[in-house]
C-alpha cells in the first residue's frame, strides 16, 4: 500500500505537563480514499487484537458521513473478516442525528446498510434518534453505564472511536462554541447546532479523549484549510476536532492528498 506521506509525531502540547499530558499522533496521508480504508482497517484491526487478547471484546464506536463508507466495505471482505471476529466486537455510537433509523440521514442506517448488514455483527447499540434528543441521549447515557458497569462520575473507555471533520472543524455532533464542548458533567448530550438543523445525540468531549484510540479520517479539497488548524496540537485548542487528544491513547489521523496539499 503507498502512501503519499506518512508521519508519526510525538506532540507536546503548550500546556502544563501536569495539566495535559504528551499527546501521541500519527499521520497517514494516503494516495486515496481506498488506500484510507485500507489504513483505518489495519488500525482498527491491530487495535481489535489487542482488544480480544487482553479483555475478550473489542469495543467500536462509529460516526456518519460519507468518508467512512469504503471503509465499511473494506471491513466486510473476506480477508477482514477472517481477521476481525465480529462475534466479539460491541458497536455503539459517536453521534446521531434526531431523525427515524429507516432516515437516509441516520448514522445507524448508514452504518447498518454498509457495514453492520454484511458481516456478523450481532452486538450493536444504536442511539434512538426518533425519540426526544434530551430522553435519548439520558437513555444512552444508561445504556453505557451499564454495559460498562460505571460507578458514579466514571467515563466508558471505548477501545476505539471512529471519527470524521466538517468544513466548520466539528466532529461527532460537537460544533464549534456550543456549550456541550464544556459539558464534563454528561456522558451523551443532546445538542442542537446553528441554522436550524436537525437535533443531534453525541458522545461528550471528556468520553471520546477517554478512548484507547480515536481515528480521524478526512478526504477532498474541501477539508484542506480546517485540517491547518485541527492538525496543530502544538497551539492552544479552537476547534472541536483539534480539542480530540486522548489522554491515555492513540489519535491518528488519516487524510488523502487532497486534503493534505489542498
Wanted: aromatic fraction near 8%.
Amino acid at each position: 500500500m503507498c502512501y503519499a506521506k506518512a508521519e508519526q509525531t510525538d506532540i507536546v502540547n503548550h500546556i502544563p505537563d501536569n495539566a495535559m499530558p504528551r499527546t501521541h499522533l500519527s499521520l497517514y496521508v494516503a494516495a486515496d480514499e481506498t488506500d484510507m480504508a485500507g489504513e483505518a482497517a489495519d488500525v482498527i484491526a491491530s487495535m481489535y487484537s489487542e482488544a480480544v487478547a487482553d479483555r475478550g471484546c473489542f469495543i467500536l464506536a462509529l460516526s456518519g458521513g460519507k468518508t467512512p463508507i469504503p471503509l465499511f466495505h473494506t471491513l466486510c471482505r473476506p480477508e477482514w473478516t477472517r481477521i476481525m471476529d465480529w462475534s466479539k466486537i460491541a458497536v455503539y455510537w459517536a453521534d446521531e442525528r434526531c431523525v427515524p433509523p429507516e432516515s437516509e440521514e441516520s448514522n445507524y442506517h448508514t452504518a447498518r446498510t454498509e457495514l453492520l448488514s454484511g458481516v456478523d455483527a450481532t452486538r450493536y447499540y444504536r442511539m434512538k434518534g426518533e425519540d426526544i434528543p434530551e430522553t435519548a441521549a439520558a437513555a444512552y447515557a444508561g445504556l453505557l453505564a451499564d454495559h460498562f458497569h460505571l460507578a458514579e462520575g466514571e467515563l466508558p473507555r471505548f477501545d476505539c472511536i471512529l471519527l470524521g471533520v466538517g468544513t466548520d472543524g466539528h466532529t461527532a455532533s460537537l460544533f464549534p462554541g456550543d456549550l456541550a464542548l464544556s459539558n464534563t458533567k454528561d456522558t451523551v448530550i443532546d445538542v442542537y447546532p446553528p441554522k436550524g438543523s436537525t437535533p443531534r445525540l453525541t458522545l461528550s468531549l471528556p468520553v471520546l479523549n477517554n478512548a484507547r484510540c480515536c481515528i480521524f479520517m478526512a478526504s477532498g479539497r474541501v477539508k484542506h484549510h480546517i485540517l491547518s488548524t485541527a492538525l496543530n496540537l502544538m497551539s492552544a485548542p479552537l476547534l472541536p476536532a483539534q480539542m480530540v487528544r486522548p489522554h491515555s491513547g492513540r489519535l491518528c489521523w488519516i487524510i488523502d492528498g487532497n486534503a493534505y496539499q489542498g
